[in-house]
């Protein structure tokens, strides 16, 4: 029996943004802040090297608004603006990419962890062993027995499904279900007031679902959660919408341009001593 096929799918913006702010005042000579750019690179090159994947891609945001922002104007709304030291450097790091001939899938409209979800479906229909490198919590709600999380946490910890059950005593795909009763800080998620995490999870645990939970308001001994779920049942209705992830993003995969092999190496290190990355240049 041939051993399945490997697909590492890398959350770009996450990696990006935890290498600018791991990373302080790293600059070329000219003053080009390039600090994402080198820690991004540093983490591309370790799974390229340590996981050794037979298929690669890496998904980002684009700054246009979502579908989400459509229909929940506040959608990470207390979100702080991206810095301009790392705007800038966002083109730099997928010209990088594209040196080592890794695709890149972005779509307006979509965030990142949409197109990760699509990736990861599709790849598993080709019956790949997904892995998505991401620190994003929301993307768990997608781990199956051929889709994994690696998440950047005291080195990577893997989060199969046995990983997520034990973390949040329910099975993945109920995690949008707990987002929605809890709602999500983070990306201003509104979920139902006075209900955390806790409580939503026991609440999904008993009642199965969301749905179960609204259709079984007059069981739930808490007075105040019981006017709670009332008054603000639309409210999760609408955040679950929010927490869901599209696994059906209309995006262009062509997984043969995902297979790795050989990239241009001496464009990679022309373009790694243009950015005094001396350290990273290949031999």
């Known amino acids: 029996m041939s051993q399945k096929k490997s697909l590492y799918l890398i959350d770009g913006n996450s990696y990006a943004y ?9 600059k070329t000579k000219e003053g080009l802040p390039t600090n994402a750019v080198y820690g991004f690179t540093v983490s591309l090159t370790k799974i390229l090297r340590m996981k050794k994947p037979d298929y690669i891609g890496v998904a980002f945001d684009l700054p246009e608004p979502t579908f989400r922002h459509k229909e929940f104007a506040s959608y990470k709304a207390n979100r702080p603006k991206m810095p301009d030291d790392l ?72 989060f199969d499904k046995e990983m997520v059950c034990k973390k949040y005593g329910v099975e993945p795909e109920k995690l949008v279900d707990i987002a929605a009763l809890g709602g999500d800080s983070s990306d201003n998620v509104p979920g139902v007031p006075g209900i955390g995490e806790k ?10 679902s969301l749905k ?15 006017k709670n779920l009332s008054q603000f049942s639309h409210q999760a209705e609408l955040s679950r919408r929010l927490v869901c992830l599209k696994a059906d993003v209309p995006i262009k ?31």
Request: glycine content about 6%.
């Open 212 to 226: 179960g939970v609204l259709k079984n308001i007059d069981k739930i001994p808490s007075e105040k959660i019981r």
């Open 87 to 158: 705007i800038v450097q966002f083109p730099i790091l997928k010209e990088v990419i594209r040196a080592f001939s890794i695709s890149i899938f972005e779509m307006g409209g979509y965030e990142a962890d949409d197109i990760l979800a699509t990736l990861a479906k599709g790849g598993e229909k080709q019956g790949f062993d997904v892995f998505i490198m991401s620190p994003d919590k929301d993307l768990l709600q997608i781990v199956t027995d051929n889709i994994r999380i690696i998440r950047p946490i005291k080195g990577d910890t893997v």
């Open 18 to 26: 935890r290498s600018f702010y791991a990373i302080k005042e790293l």
């Open 253 to 283: 995969i062509c997984w043969e341009d995902c297979r790795i092999g050989d990239f241009d190496k001496s464009k990679v290190n022309r373009l790694f001593a243009e950015l005094n990355f001396n350290k990273l240049i290949l031999t």
């Open 199 to 208: 409580t939503a999870s026991k609440l999904v645990k008993q009642f199965g």
